[in-house]
DNA sequence: GATGCGTGGAC
DNA sequence: TGTCCAAGCAT
């Protein structure tokens, strides 16, 4: 039904835009260099894919520089302590890839000699790496022909080629398409190529159709639908759930916090101590016994599937104070920019109050 | 296949 | 304000 000339003619049409398109990004190489036959570090590749999973450019530049001159090799990064790895993650969200980045390097050290495997297939038996991060790193590292599928990717193609089934029973349709279509020659530029395109040009929504340069080749939209496609179905509205978390301030300025557990929300992550999060009224649930008072300011924050809202509350404990759970962290030592977002916005409110007396 | 898992920016 | 969305993975 659809012939090689026409897939041909969409690279033939993309990898032109991208060579004067292509944006300077820190884990990528120039065009001359990739010219004389350089290849970007895999490690710097495998990080910057991990990051960029549900997150945008913008967001994850800052922490690659930091990771990268912090930990400047997979080998560095493997002898790296969970905590600093967790801590360095802090706020970029989806915190099983940090543990996950953690538990990959430390195989890729052990198993592989500080070598990443430069096969898509070799690539998915490490932690953290599924469908997509395998096949984006073999084609942009490695230059192996992988069918990447993204969302960028999923949006490009079912334009181009008005796939009217919603997501995500769209996705084995376009995950063949996107198989036929990657090109032997220079794999790892095509791969960027739609992926720049789905963020720069081909948006979710208003697409600069009139700059695009697949406009001819675009079955939707020669049917008028370009900004209608991808189809989806539904989603699920979210749920508030309430809290409260409780904020100890020691006479010597220590602050009680907790390591969450592995598993599950904000796994790993230091936290202060609380209630469960539901959407009936918590219970009240101290760490420790002490004149609690409520900072008069509720923190509100959305998680992927439920609005939150938590009661903040503050107290004032002696040095002998001894919590039930948690443990006291010197405040010359904790930086609030290793908690997650969420239990940031509550140290803001804290310190704000703690502030005005 | 469905669900759980963060965050910040655009509109 | 709310909703959608981003270079997904594990279970």
Same mark, same amino acid.
């Given at each position: ?15 032109? !835009? ?11 190489? +120039? ?36 990771? %990268? ?11 790296? &302590? ?10 970029? =969200? ?18 592989? +000699?500080?070598?990443?495997?430069? %096969? ?30 993204? =969302?960028?990717?999923?949006? /490009? ?7 009217? @089934?919603?997501?995500?029973?769209? #996705? *084995? ?8 279509? %990657? ?8 791969? &960027? ?19 695009? *340069? ?17 189809? #989806? @179905?539904?989603? &699920?509205?979210?749920? @508030? ?13 220590? /602050?009680?916090?907790? @390591? ?7 796994? +790993?992550?230091?936290? !202060?101590?609380?209630?469960? !999060?539901?959407?009936?009224?918590? &219970?009240?649930?101290?760490? /420790?016994?002490?004149? !609690? ?24 404990? %002696? ?22 977002? /969420? ?15």
């Amino acid at each position: 039904m659809r012939d090689s000339d026409t897939d041909d003619a969409v690279s033939a049409a993309l990898l032109p !835009w991208y060579d004067r398109h292509a944006r300077a990004l820190p884990w990528r190489v +120039g065009p001359e260099a990739l010219a004389d036959g350089e290849r970007p570090d895999p490690y710097r590749v495998w990080l910057s894919e991990i990051m960029l999973q549900q997150t945008t450019v913008a967001a994850v530049k800052e922490y690659f520089h930091r990771f %990268t001159a912090r930990w400047p090799t997979v080998t560095a990064l493997a002898a790296a &302590q969970d905590a600093e790895v967790m801590a360095e993650w802090a706020g970029l =969200g989806y915190y099983a890839r940090a543990r996950n980045l953690l538990k990959c390097a430390r195989a890729v050290a052990a198993d592989h +000699g500080g070598i990443f495997p430069d %096969t898509e297939d070799g690539l998915r038996t490490l932690p953290g790496i599924g469908p997509y991060t395998a096949a984006a790193v073999a084609a942009i590292a490695f230059d192996r022909p992988a069918g990447v599928m993204d =969302g960028n990717v999923e949006r /490009v193609l079912a334009r181009l080629f008005a796939v009217q @089934t919603p997501l995500p029973a769209a #996705k *084995p349709e376009l995950k063949a398409l996107a198989e036929r279509l %990657t090109p032997g020659m220079r794999p790892g530029c095509y791969a &960027q190529a739609v992926m720049d395109l789905g963020a720069t040009v081909c948006t979710p929504r208003s697409p600069a159709c009139g700059i695009c *340069p697949l406009i001819t080749l675009c079955r939707a939209r020669a049917l008028g639908i370009a900004a209608d496609l991808p189809r #989806k @179905t539904p989603k &699920q509205a979210k749920p @508030t759930r309430l809290g409260i978390v409780y904020l100890a301030r020691r006479a010597d300025g220590a /602050v009680l916090l907790e @390591t969450r557990p592995d598993r599950g929300l904000l796994g +790993g992550m230091l936290g !202060w101590p609380g209630t469960d !999060w539901a959407e009936t009224a918590p &219970q009240d649930n101290p760490p /420790v016994p002490a004149r !609690w008072h409520d900072a008069g300011v509720e923190v509100r924050h959305t998680f992927t599937h439920f609005h939150l809202r938590l009661r903040v509350l503050l107290a004032e404990v %002696t040095l002998d104070a001894t919590p039930d759970r948690g443990a006291f962290h010197p405040r010359a030592t904790f930086r609030p920019a290793s908690l997650p977002t /969420v239990m940031r916005k509550a140290w803001d409110v804290a310190a704000g109050a703690w502030r005005e007396h």
